[in-house]
T-cell receptor
Framework: EAGVVQSPRYKIIEKKQPVAFWCNPI?????LYWYLQNLGQGPELLIR????????DSQLPKDRFSAERLKGVDSTLKIQPAELGDSAVYLC????????????FGPGTRLTVL | GNSVTQMEGPVTLSEEAFLTINCTYT??????LFWYVQYPGEGLQLLLKATKADDKGSNKGFEATYRKETTSFHLEKGSVQVSDSAVYFCALQTGANNLFFGTGTRLTVIP
């Protein structure tokens, strides 16, 4: 069974440029998560989807970040415009059902903003 | 609120040494507790979990016991190997399914 797929694995951009990250969850997983992992820190939740609905986006900086999950499968996280402080690893995870089931993580996208 | 406090690293051990990584938590309600591991260049993987007080999670020689009285979930392994070198994250999960992670502890095992 394929795991959570993320692309790109690495991205280098200049500040004020837009950037997008893509995630394909494990087949059949209806819950999808985006996490932000700063260097030397643990992941922090940005947004959680159940199917196509964003059920928790309280930690998403909505002035520059946006996300979508069309058709309840793949998801895209966008930053526009990027700032130096956005340099981090962006992790996607998925789980089978809400409440207590294991979250499976992708390898992450490492973003560097110059 | 929910938070996890982990032993700061890095930790360097010789092969076959005993490992303990401390983890304490603060949570509303009755969380589930997890240890995740991140090997170099790979994504986070679930190592073990415990869903209620006094449960012991175990996997690959690692163990952790959910201690409600001390709000702790310390990770232990009796004899570490070079292949155990990784970053270890303690985490808790509330009923809303959101995970709250500690800052991670980097373990390096030398031959």
């Amino acid at each position: 069974e394929a795991g959570v797929v993320q692309s790109p694995r690495y991205k280098i951009i200049e500040k004020k440029q837009p950037v997008a990250f893509w995630c394909n969850p494990i087949s059949g997983h209806n819950t999808l998560y985006w996490y932000l992992q700063n260097l030397g820190q643990g992941p922090e939740l940005l947004i959680r989807y159940e199917n196509e609905e964003a059920v928790d986006d309280s930690q998403l900086p909505k002035d520059r970040f946006s996300a979508e999950r069309l058709k309840g499968v793949d998801s895209t996280l966008k930053i526009q415009p990027a700032e130096l402080g956005d340099s981090a690893v962006y992790l996607c995870a998925s789980s089978l059902v809400r409440g207590g089931n294991e979250q499976f993580f992708g390898p992450g996208t490492r973003l560097t903003v110059l | 609120g929910n938070s996890v406090t982990q032993m700061e690293g890095p930790v360097t051990l010789s092969e076959e040494a005993f490992l303990t990584i401390n983890c304490t938590y603060t949570a509303t309600g009755y969380p589930s507790l997890f240890w995740y591991v991140q090997y170099p260049g790979e994504g986070l993987q679930l190592l073990l979990k415990a869903t209620k007080a006094d449960d012991k999670g175990s996997n690959k020689g690692f163990e952790a016991t959910y201690r409600k009285e001390t709000t702790s979930f310390h990770l232990e392994k009796g004899s570490v190997q070079v292949s155990d070198s990784a970053v270890y994250f303690c985490a808790l999960q509330t009923g809303a399914n959101n995970l709250f992670f500690g800052t991670g502890t980097r373990l390096t095992v030398i031959p």
